[in-house]
């Protein structure tokens, strides 16, 4: 697909680039882990962008993509092992649930203000251990799929 490299653990991250949505915390969490096969999407723009885009300069694994439409959004979660949502708040997390729809892990920091209803299908990590947790769900990629197809499963049962 567009999104998707061969080979690669892909961890993606869609919203806008405000300041509480903390896409600098993540690309400098992201840059710390040393796994060559690691790649990290950032779809959006905003006030942000360009401090982020200096901050992921000289990792070649960091792409920003942008701005994506609509009628790229499933392709955008397809192509993601793991779906990590940043944001220190959110008022619902609609990228949650559409990441959560599409069978991905979705991983929030354990300091974030999300709605437990939407919370509850998480994985919620410290920045801190970060790299750490990521790195087990990259050893345990069957796994994390499972576990994710069994938490949409639910979500949808909830949803109907």
């Not at 690309?27 to 779809?43: D, G, H, I, M, Y």
């Not at 993509?65 to 708040?89: C, N, Q, R, T, W």
Request: charged content about 30%.
């Amino acid at each position: 697909g567009k999104f998707k490299e061969q080979r690669t653990f892909t961890i993606g991250y869609i919203s806008r680039m405000d300041y509480h949505k903390r896409h600098a915390l993540l690309v400098e969490l992201f840059k710390r882990w040393n796994n060559p096969s690691a790649r990290l999407l950032l779809a959006g723009t905003g006030e942000e962008f360009e401090r982020v885009r200096g901050l992921a300069e000289g990792d070649k694994r960091i792409k920003l993509l942008g701005f994506v439409p609509d009628g790229e959004l499933i392709e955008f979660y397809d192509s993601l092992d793991v779906y990590v949502h940043a944001s220190k708040y959110e008022g619902w997390g609609l990228p949650i649930l559409e990441a959560l729809a599409r069978g991905k892990p979705v991983v929030v920091f354990d300091d974030a203000e999300i709605p437990n209803e939407v919370a509850t299908f998480c994985l919620r990590m410290s920045p801190m251990s970060f790299n750490l947790e990521l790195e087990k769900l990259f050893e345990n990629r069957k796994q994390a799929k499972k576990l994710s197809i069994l938490k949409s499963k639910a979500l949808r049962t909830l949803l109907h």
